[in-house]
């Protein structure tokens, strides 16, 4: 356990239908990062929150959109989905300490679409 | 954040030095270099990180190279559940926004 939280661990919807999808941090940590991976693709950078305010934006299409709540957690909604969202969504938090910087992942939300 | 070049996959026996290489010709001064894995379908886990000294912890070492443009990691004994992909990722140790970017990774198979 990585002490990230995401659910639902799968999630298969229909095509035009809108989801959400949750995560909790690690307990102290402000980041939160959303990256998606496609089959066999990269991991792609969407949206990136620090203590409730956006902070950097990646390749997030329109229909995508988040958001971090006072306790911290954020939720990344998916609106209009097409065939081509079907994907793992992680997220992820940081935190610095000791000098060092890292981020600590979540085991993804897979999302299927039909 | 400085561009890494490491090769698409590598093969390793179980229970040699797995010695994964990475360039980064364009790293500034004040970038560190971080190793991540991603493990099938896993979200990626950190294993390692150093600016310009080598550096040694419980899961690997990591070896920077004088002039900092190439590092390799080493994983000492590696094992079946090593088989990974390997992401070499150079950025600033600041929390400014600055995501972390992965590129391709070395697709590591430790083989019986």
């Known amino acids: 356990d990585s002490g990230v939280t995401q659910t639902p661990k799968h999630l298969i919807t229909a095509t035009g239908q809108r989801v959400t999808l949750r995560c909790s941090p690690r307990s102290g940590d402000l980041s939160v990062y959303w990256y998606q991976q496609s089959l066999d693709q990269g991991l792609q950078f969407l949206i990136q929150y620090y203590n409730g305010e956006e902070r950097a934006k990646g390749n997030i299409l329109e229909r995508f959109s988040a958001q971090q709540f006072p306790d911290l957690h954020s939720e990344l909604n998916l609106s209009s989905l097409e065939l081509g969202d079907s994907a793992l969504y992680f997220c992820?938090?940081?935190?610095?300490?000791?000098?060092?910087?890292?981020?600590?992942f979540g085991s993804g939300t897979r999302l299927t679409v039909v | 954040d400085a561009k890494t070049t490491q090769p698409p996959s590598m093969d390793c026996a179980e229970g040699r030095a797995a010695n994964l290489p990475c360039n980064h010709s364009t790293i500034s001064g004040n970038e560190y270099v971080y190793w991540y894995r991603q493990i099938h379908s896993q979200g990626p886990q950190y294993i390692i990180h150093?600016?310009?000294n080598n550096e040694t912890n419980e899961m690997a070492s990591l070896i920077i190279t004088e002039d900092r443009k190439s590092s390799t990691l080493i994983l000492p004994h590696a094992t079946l559940r090593d088989t990974a992909v390997y992401y070499c990722?150079?950025?600033?140790?600041?929390?400014?926004?600055?995501?972390?970017?992965f590129g391709g990774g070395t697709r590591l198979m430790v083989k019986p």
């Open positions: 992820a938090s940081s935190a610095q300490g000791q000098g060092f910087f890292t981020y600590t």
């Open positions: 990722i150079v950025r600033p140790n600041n929390n400014a926004g600055n995501m972390l970017t």
């Open positions: 150093g600016l310009k």
